[in-house]
């Protein structure tokens, strides 16, 4: 199997994992592409965890991205305070009610997911990303038996962070 | 299943489910394309940093600099840019071994990069004036910003026994380290680097990208040990051919020469004048970019962006 052959069968995996946590597409497909770059780097595309790599992977840069993109936006709060209001480009961008919300409903999802342990943010962005249980298992490294539990702790601590963040 | 159970599994499904509809086949070509856009940085600066070193280090053995031995000497600070072809044929990254398989990083020693809004703020961090251009191509976005970094540095340990052991663990054969060369200390320091970018937010950009980058010149010192070693050593590693090693022993003057690599097939390189300097202009035949370097009064300039060569030496040429 070549290189083109794990990108080809494993990319809209590795983008929907990513997009659980990172909230859209347009970011998930770069955090698949980075995620790619280090395993080319790294594996030969035949070796046998390569499929539980890229989504564990996945998962992992797509938490550093929103890490960095938090303390990103607070640096570029500061900043529009600092130029104030008068910034046109900031204005156009902030304007539409919609990007408003669809930024707000991003922020809550990601801010939940870094406050999660690791692993079970791991196994929501995996579930949602459209893994099988056994899939998750392998990937996860836990007993299959065990993946229902790990879904239905990390769905309830996932509720609460939200709440948590939401009325923050 | 409790409701609560179900509620949780209810919003989770409203916050977490859905489809995307992904390409792959156009994001494997993305992939392709990303792996051969201009990249200054794709061979990591300790690299250049090192090979630089390596050229230069010949120098010294020549000279009666090398006769000062273990003391910390600078070896190198650009004042000239040479072109070294890096090529798919010249150089095999795969096979580059990676550096601490013969030798430690130091730990990179690094201000904190400042986010300022001004040029003026800038250059009172940096303690240089930042200039700025007075002409930027139309369809790069009006609003800039600045970085400024006082400092970057880092620094690699030769050893001996790293490279023993790794060549034993990955069964590949290293080039045996003279017994002269452990222990060598090479450090690259740079800044204060003041960096100013229009289209750019965190690691991606939107559209057109334009970028300068003033900095005081970098700086490669070394503890000096068994210097002609240190070139050949470095030369003989596998995936670097002998027509790459020819054409960096092949540099004018390597104590004040960056090579600078770039991809003669896809890429062009060719000597330029910016504000009555000499520079180093690197073009992309594909228009994926261009980019243009060189040094005046102890500065280090860089333009490039996603833009023709004409634009991007326009630019140069309007800071002030």
């Given at each position: 199997m070549t290189f083109e052959d794990v990108f080809l069968r494993e990319y809209g995996r590795v983008v929907s994992v990513a997009r659980r946590i990172v909230g859209d597409v347009a970011t998930a497909e770069d955090v698949a592409q980075e995620v790619f770059e280090a395993f080319a780097r790294r594996f030969?595309?035949?070796?046998?965890?390569?499929?539980?790599?890229l989504y564990l992977a996945a998962a992992r840069n797509a938490l550093n991205e929103v890490r960095r993109r938090r303390r990103?936006?607070?640096?570029?709060?500061?900043?529009?305070?600092?130029?104030?209001?008068?910034?046109?480009?900031?204005?156009?961008?902030?304007?539409?009610?919609?990007?408003?919300?669809?930024?707000?409903?991003r922020r809550?999802?990601?801010?939940?997911?870094?406050?999660?342990?690791?692993?079970?943010?791991?196994?929501l962005a995996l579930k949602y990303g459209g893994l099988s249980y056994r899939e998750i298992a392998f990937t996860v490294g836990i007993p299959e038996a065990h993946v229902g539990t790990y879904v239905v702790r990390a769905q309830r601590a996932f509720r609460k962070e939200i709440e948590d963040v939401g009325s923050y | 299943m409790s409701d609560r159970t179900e509620d949780d599994a209810a919003l989770c499904e409203r916050l977490l489910g859905g489809e995307e509809h992904i390409d792959a086949r156009q994001a494997f070509a993305r992939f392709q394309a990303r792996r051969v856009e201009p990249r200054f940085a794709k061979i990591p600066f300790v690299w250049v940093g090192a090979l630089a070193a390596a050229v230069v280090?010949?120098?010294?053995?020549?000279?009666?600099?090398?006769?000062?031995?273990?003391?910390?000497?600078?070896?190198?600070?650009?004042?000239?840019?040479?072109p070294i072809n890096v090529s798919a044929l010249h150089l095999r990254a795969r096979l580059l071994p990676n550096l601490d398989e013969f030798g430690t990083l130091g730990r990179p020693r690094s201000s904190k990069p400042k986010d300022v809004v001004s040029a003026a703020a800038a250059s009172r961090i940096a303690g240089f004036r930042a200039l700025v251009p007075a002409v930027v191509p139309s369809q790069v976005p009006t609003t800039s910003r600045f970085v400024v970094n006082l400092l970057a540095e880092e620094s690699f340990r030769f050893s001996a026994a790293k490279a023993r052991a790794s060549a034993a663990r990955k069964k590949r054969a290293l080039p045996e380290m003279p017994a002269r060369l452990d222990g060598t200390m090479v450090t690259a320091s740079i800044g204060p680097t003041i960096v100013q970018t229009w289209g750019v937010r965190g690691k991606r950009s939107d559209g057109?990208?334009?970028?300068?980058?003033?900095?005081?010149?970098?700086?490669?010192?070394?503890?000096?040990a068994?210097?002609?070693?240190?070139?050949?050593?470095?030369?003989?590693?596998p995936g670097i051919s002998a027509e790459l090693a020819s054409q960096i022993r092949a540099i004018g003057d390597p104590s004040s020469t960056l090579p600078v690599p770039f991809e003669a097939t896809k890429q062009t390189a060719q000597s330029v004048n910016v504000d009555g300097a000499s520079g180093l202009a690197?073009?992309?035949?594909?228009?994926?970019?261009?980019?243009?370097?060189?040094?005046?009064?102890?500065?280090?300039?860089?333009?490039?962006?996603?833009?023709?060569?004409?634009?991007v030496l326009g630019v140069a040429n309007s800071l002030r």
């Amino acid at each position: 199997m070549t290189f083109e052959d794990v990108f080809l069968r494993e990319y809209g995996r590795v983008v929907s994992v990513a997009r659980r946590i990172v909230g859209d597409v347009a970011t998930a497909e770069d955090v698949a592409q980075e995620v790619f770059e280090a395993f080319a780097r790294r594996f030969d595309p035949n070796a046998a965890h390569a499929s539980g790599w890229l989504y564990l992977a996945a998962a992992r840069n797509a938490l550093n991205e929103v890490r960095r993109r938090r303390r990103s936006d607070l640096r570029e709060r500061h900043e529009f305070a600092l130029r104030g209001a008068s910034d046109a480009a900031h204005q156009r961008e902030m304007d539409p009610q919609r990007t408003i919300e669809r930024e707000e409903v991003r922020r809550l999802v990601g801010a939940a997911m870094l406050r999660l342990p690791e692993r079970l943010a791991t196994v929501l962005a995996l579930k949602y990303g459209g893994l099988s249980y056994r899939e998750i298992a392998f990937t996860v490294g836990i007993p299959e038996a065990h993946v229902g539990t790990y879904v239905v702790r990390a769905q309830r601590a996932f509720r609460k962070e939200i709440e948590d963040v939401g009325s923050y | 299943m409790s409701d609560r159970t179900e509620d949780d599994a209810a919003l989770c499904e409203r916050l977490l489910g859905g489809e995307e509809h992904i390409d792959a086949r156009q994001a494997f070509a993305r992939f392709q394309a990303r792996r051969v856009e201009p990249r200054f940085a794709k061979i990591p600066f300790v690299w250049v940093g090192a090979l630089a070193a390596a050229v230069v280090i010949v120098l010294l053995v020549t000279t009666p600099l090398g006769s000062l031995g273990q003391s910390f000497l600078t070896i190198f600070q650009p004042k000239a840019f040479a072109p070294i072809n890096v090529s798919a044929l010249h150089l095999r990254a795969r096979l580059l071994p990676n550096l601490d398989e013969f030798g430690t990083l130091g730990r990179p020693r690094s201000s904190k990069p400042k986010d300022v809004v001004s040029a003026a703020a800038a250059s009172r961090i940096a303690g240089f004036r930042a200039l700025v251009p007075a002409v930027v191509p139309s369809q790069v976005p009006t609003t800039s910003r600045f970085v400024v970094n006082l400092l970057a540095e880092e620094s690699f340990r030769f050893s001996a026994a790293k490279a023993r052991a790794s060549a034993a663990r990955k069964k590949r054969a290293l080039p045996e380290m003279p017994a002269r060369l452990d222990g060598t200390m090479v450090t690259a320091s740079i800044g204060p680097t003041i960096v100013q970018t229009w289209g750019v937010r965190g690691k991606r950009s939107d559209g057109p990208v334009l970028v300068v980058v003033q900095s005081v010149a970098p700086v490669v010192r070394s503890t000096g040990a068994t210097l002609g070693e240190l070139e050949s050593y470095l030369l003989s590693m596998p995936g670097i051919s002998a027509e790459l090693a020819s054409q960096i022993r092949a540099i004018g003057d390597p104590s004040s020469t960056l090579p600078v690599p770039f991809e003669a097939t896809k890429q062009t390189a060719q000597s330029v004048n910016v504000d009555g300097a000499s520079g180093l202009a690197i073009g992309d035949n594909t228009g994926l970019g261009a980019g243009v370097m060189w040094e005046k009064d102890g500065k280090l300039y860089a333009v490039f962006g996603t833009l023709t060569q004409d634009e991007v030496l326009g630019v140069a040429n309007s800071l002030r």
